[in-house]
């Protein structure tokens, strides 16, 4: 009786140290990764040299914020154009210098809104054209993010990634969104392993009571 209870024990022990590992993997999953304030459609993909694409900015504010600043690098493609959101309620101010919102190499505008930005909102749209080389990546600079006319919320870092593929006609093999999510990947991961830590578990305590 006592070996079985202890069987018992160890049993229940696994299963709770499982469901807590369940528990604390949703919490993770609740928790956002990176806020971005600026995102970009496509952000990743596989495309041929110097094939030419349209990528479209859009906004990802936080609370009230009116107005965002873009400067954005590029490396491996040439900027051939940025159009600024339209519509009365946006003022966009060319920063780059000349007083132009863009060059070859960057884009740098100050956008500001008569009301708070909504999520997914529209930044602009700029067309682009590849170089040559294996990869061509867009940076988010100093300066880039957001402000609400108090507090400035900065965000730098990789706007988007993409490979450039040779040998190819002018199709695109790979998009974006072909890729999976990275935290769709750490839940099944996480799934996966409790999964067969349960088995595990079942099979042992199978095997310890029929030694009883």
Same mark, same amino acid.
């Given at each position: 009786?006592?070996?079985?209870?202890?069987?018992?024990?160890?049993?229940?022990?696994?299963?709770?140290?499982? $469901?807590?590992?369940?528990?604390?993997?949703?919490?993770?999953?609740?928790?956002?990764?990176? $806020? *971005?304030?600026? &995102?970009?459609?496509?952000?990743?993909?596989?495309?041929?040299? &110097?094939?030419?694409?349209?990528?479209?900015?859009?906004?990802?504010?936080?609370?009230?914020? !009116?107005?965002?600043?873009?400067? $954005?690098?590029?490396?491996?493609?040439?900027?051939?154009?940025?159009?600024?959101?339209?519509?009365?309620?946006?003022?966009?101010?060319?920063?780059?210098?000349?007083?132009?919102?863009?060059?070859?190499?960057?884009?740098?505008? !100050?956008?500001?809104?008569?009301?708070?930005?909504?999520?997914?909102?529209?930044?602009?749209?700029?067309?682009?054209?590849?170089?040559?080389?294996?990869?061509?990546? *867009?940076?988010?600079?100093?300066?880039?993010?957001?402000? !609400?006319?108090?507090?400035?919320?900065?965000?730098?870092?990789?706007?988007?990634?993409?490979?450039?593929?040779?040998?190819?006609?002018?199709?695109?093999?790979?998009?974006?969104?072909?890729?999976? !999510? &990275?935290?769709?990947?750490?839940?099944?991961?996480?799934?996966?392993?409790?999964?067969?830590?349960?088995?595990?578990?079942? $099979?042992?305590?199978?095997?310890?009571?029929?030694?009883?």
């Amino acid at each position: 009786m006592k070996h079985i209870y202890k069987s018992k024990k160890f049993k229940y022990s696994i299963l709770i140290s499982a $469901i807590y590992f369940v528990l604390t993997l949703s919490l993770l999953m609740l928790i956002p990764l990176k $806020i *971005l304030a600026v &995102s970009s459609t496509p952000s990743s993909g596989g495309f041929t040299p &110097s094939s030419t694409i349209t990528i479209n900015l859009t906004a990802n504010p936080q609370g009230s914020e !009116d107005s965002v600043s873009l400067r $954005i690098q590029a490396s491996g493609m040439t900027i051939n154009s940025y159009t600024p959101p339209s519509g009365g309620a946006w003022l966009s101010i060319p920063t780059c210098s000349g007083g132009v919102y863009f060059n070859s190499g960057e884009i740098c505008v !100050d956008l500001a809104k008569s009301s708070a930005i909504t999520a997914g909102e529209s930044l602009g749209t700029l067309n682009v054209t590849f170089g040559n080389l294996s990869m061509a990546t *867009l940076v988010k600079t100093t300066g880039n993010g957001y402000t !609400d006319g108090v507090t400035n919320r900065a965000n730098t870092g990789s706007l988007a990634s993409f490979t450039l593929i040779t040998g190819s006609s002018g199709t695109l093999p790979v998009t974006g969104e072909s890729k999976l !999510d &990275s935290k769709v990947v750490i839940l099944i991961g996480g799934i996966l392993v409790v999964s067969i830590v349960l088995i595990a578990t079942y $099979i042992f305590s199978k095997m310890r009571s029929k030694s009883v």
